[in-house]
């Protein structure tokens, strides 16, 4: 009752969130609130990482891919809805803060950066497709 009572609260907060005119909020999730997350329609979930890790290590069903490192990055981002919640990760976080700075100076409404990126989500139980 308790787990379905803060869920409910976090998918209020979210769309409330998401619902505000207010430009540029980045937020730090958990695993589990990725988690809940990546099960809205809206979301546009972007995996930050080479295209060599993300098949060496797997990813997150249903993940774009945005490699941060590329030369193209900044005309890959351009392919993203601004006015949709974009949630990020990397491998361990960095690379997905970074992004999620410069999402914010681009003009994005909502960022979610995973925190601890997938070492983090593997960490605490939750799947990854590896090819």
């Given amino acids: ?63 774009q891919h945005v490699d941060y490192s590329s030369a193209t990055f900044d005309e890959d981002i351009k392919h993203l809805d601004k006015t949709k919640p974009v949630a990020l990760y990397c491998n361990s976080g960095k ?4 992004c999620a700075e410069k999402l914010k100076a681009a003009g994005f409404v909502k960022i979610f950066d995973l925190q601890g990126g997938v070492s983090e989500w593997k960490h605490k139980g939750n799947d990854l497709i590896v090819e």
Wanted: some cysteine; hydrophobic content about 40%; glycine content about 2%.
């Fill in 1 to 63: 009752m308790k787990k379905t009572y803060i869920l409910y609260c976090f998918v209020i907060l979210l769309f409330s969130a998401c619902n505000s005119h207010e430009t540029g909020v980045i937020e730090v999730v958990s695993a589990e609130e990725m988690q809940s997350l990546i099960s809205l329609d809206d979301v546009q979930l972007v995996d930050l990482r080479s295209h060599e890790d993300r098949l060496k290590q797997g990813y997150i069903a249903n993940s």
């Fill in 95 to 98: 690379r997905s803060a970074e």
